[in-house]
């Protein structure tokens, strides 16, 4: 019996959601009590990776996460980086839905909203697309506050907007995710998602040596044969140089058969549900705030 997969499945339910906010709630006030008024108390400091994240959430004012986490700026600091060749090409960036051009847009392209996560739209034929549809979906994420409940602050500061990005994909027709946990300007752990979009997401989880670790992070183990891209080891030593200037960050990155696409920059990654618990401990041991 597949037991992750089984809570994961349910997790996704209408009664699984009921269930989860309240104690998704829960364990936001007990965080916060525990790290701010922790810090007020001179309490020591967090031990677990969790909460180290969410003391960095309250104390670390890094001036740069807002302009990481916004999707169109970020261009810039990768192309400062590591060079524009990693940047999957951009259509624009627009204000509102009504500027974008769908009638001139390619048949596959991708629509992200810059001040948020995992608000986008996939458009893989545009003719059997909702165009109406879109545009009430675009306008609307502009106008959310997107990280409030979560003491996000970082999204706050971001002006919205619409980065409309070439859609691409390997020859099997997927984008597999490969996400690099860097702490202190070192990878530590990595990630790669599987199906992310489709009927059966899961992950498989590495260490920097490249060496699978029997655990979870809130989606199901991956379960089929791993074969490391041959550039692995330059999409890490990209994701190093991409951390540098944060205390904790996770780099998201493509490989397009054998070529390697910046994703993202994320401070506070969600999806963190560790199985088993003690792995809570072993990564926080790695961050150092």
């Known amino acids: 019996m597949?037991?992750?997969?089984?809570?994961?499945?349910?997790?996704?339910?209408?009664?699984g959601r009921l269930m989860r906010m309240p104690l998704s709630q829960a364990?936001?006030?007990?965080?916060?009590?525990?790290?701010?008024?922790g810090e007020k108390l001179g309490l020591?400091?967090?031990?677990?990776?969790?909460?180290?994240?969410?003391?960095?959430?309250?104390?670390?004012?890094?001036?740069?996460?807002?302009y990481c986490a916004d999707k169109v700026k970020v261009r810039d600091y990768v192309r400062k980086k590591i060079g524009s060749e990693y940047l999957i090409p951009a259509i624009g960036s627009y204000k509102n839905a009504a500027e974008i051009p769908f009638e001139s847009l390619p048949s596959k392209f991708v629509l992200k909203a810059n001040n948020s996560s995992g608000r986008n739209i996939i458009c893989t034929n545009k003719s059997s697309l909702d165009i109406d549809a879109t545009r009430k979906s675009t306008d609307k994420w502009l106008t959310e506050k997107f990280g409030t409940i979560d003491s996000e602050w970082?999204?706050?500061?971001?002006?919205?907007?619409?980065?409309?990005?070439?859609?691409?994909a390997d020859s099997n027709g997927e984008l597999?995710?490969?996400?690099?946990?860097?702490?202190?300007?070192?990878?530590?752990?990595f990630w790669i998602d599987y199906d992310r979009y489709g009927p059966n997401p899961s992950r498989a989880i590495f260490d920097r040596d490249k060496r699978r670790i029997n655990m979870t992070l809130y989606k199901p183990d991956y379960k089929g044969d791993i074969k490391m891209p041959a550039e692995i080891d330059h999409m890490m030593a990209l994701a190093?140089?991409?951390?540098?200037?944060f205390k904790c960050v996770r780099?998201?990155?493509?490989?397009?058969?054998?070529?390697?696409?910046?994703?993202e920059l994320t401070f506070f990654s969600g999806d963190l549900i560790f199985h088993p618990r003690k792995y809570n401990?072993?990564?926080?041991?790695k961050l150092d705030i």
Do not use: Q
């Open 44 to 66: 020591p400091k967090p031990k677990t990776f969790t909460l180290k994240l969410e003391w960095l959430k309250h104390f670390d004012r890094n001036p740069l996460l807002p």
């Open 2 to 15: 597949d037991i992750d997969r089984i809570l994961y499945n349910f997790y996704k339910t209408i009664p």
């Open 27 to 37: 364990r936001r006030t007990g965080a916060y009590l525990r790290v701010v008024w």
């Open 281 to 285: 401990r072993v990564w926080g041991d």
């Open 154 to 168: 970082h999204y706050g500061l971001i002006e919205p907007a619409i980065l409309v990005e070439n859609f691409v």
């Open 176 to 189: 597999n995710d490969y996400k690099f946990f860097c702490m202190n300007g070192r990878l530590e752990y």
């Open 251 to 263: 780099v998201d990155l493509y490989n397009v058969d054998g070529r390697i696409y910046f994703g």
């Open 240 to 245: 190093e140089k991409l951390s540098k200037d």
